[in-house]
């Protein structure tokens, strides 16, 4: 059986991590490279950069952040940021990633996932979905693109059976409502989403405590992510880790 893995994740904005509430108010958070080689060092399975401004700036996540990030890591590394094309996630792949997320431009042109996985693999093609509850609907969470500021006219839970029908081989799955407010994942959004695919869910947006994060593998993550918790140092990555063996989660050691 796969053992459950943590993710910290950095969101970074012009070369800085940046962490907000609801992806506003961003405050600094560090060096990458520097926040990169900490978390490896705590245990970290898996380490996800997001260029948060990338897409709205019309640009690709930067290279040289990436290929410095990498040169601290052994571990598998995930990043997003204005992925538009085939072309774009290769560049990504060649600065040192293991996979590529996308988000606004999968929404724009779903045929970039095919893409993406004939040509690298469903292992490096993550799909994220930014997920906002609409509270004029029963159990429907609408898909938000260009770092949470444009909604789209998808639910997010048929979204994600598309991506993976389209090839996709992750989801990274962030409640829009509860990013940065450390108050837990959005348990029903986990719920619908993985009730809809059958890929590996990574939960993301609500992190403040283990118990969440058993929640949340209760609730069928295979991963879960987290920034605020880590950067504020309220925990380790060690530390989680050896709560959650104590509360019967599977990790890695």
């Not at 904005?13 to 992806?23: A, L, M």
């Not at 609907?137 to 979204?159: C, H, I, Y």
């Not at 058993?214 to 709560?243: C, P, Q, W, Y």
Request: glycine residues 10%; negative net charge; aromatic residues 4%.
């Amino acid at each position: 059986m796969l053992k459950s893995r943590i993710i910290p994740c950095l969101d970074v904005n012009d070369g800085r991590v940046v962490k907000g509430v609801k992806f506003q108010n961003l405050r600094d958070a560090g060096s990458p490279v520097e926040l990169a080689a900490h978390y490896e060092a705590q245990g970290a399975d898996e380490l996800v950069v997001l260029d948060v401004s990338a897409t709205r700036q019309a640009r690709l996540a930067m290279l040289e952040t990436i290929e410095e990030v990498r040169k601290q890591l052994s571990i598998p590394l995930t990043v997003g940021g204005g992925v538009g094309s085939v072309e774009d996630a290769g560049r990504l792949l060649g600065a040192g990633a293991d996979k590529v997320s996308i988000n606004s431009a999968a929404v724009r042109n779903p045929d970039l996932i095919n893409e993406m996985a004939d040509r690298f693999g469903a292992q490096c093609t993550v799909v994220a979905v930014d997920a906002k509850r609409d509270t004029s609907q029963e159990n429907f969470w609408q898909v938000m693109t260009r770092s949470g500021t444009q909604g789209e006219p998808l639910d997010a839970a048929k979204w994600a059976g598309e991506a993976q029908q389209r090839g996709a081989g992750e989801i990274l799955l962030t409640s829009f409502d509860r990013d940065g407010t450390r108050s837990g994942y959005d348990l029903e959004l986990m719920d619908a989403v993985v009730a809809a695919c059958s890929l590996p869910v990574i939960a993301s947006g609500g992190a403040d405590s283990v118990q969440h994060m058993v929640e949340a593998f209760e609730h069928g993550a295979h991963a879960v992510l987290a920034a605020s918790i880590f950067h504020d140092k309220n925990m380790t990555v060690a530390d989680v880790k050896r709560d959650l063996a104590k509360m019967g989660i599977e990790v890695r050691q």
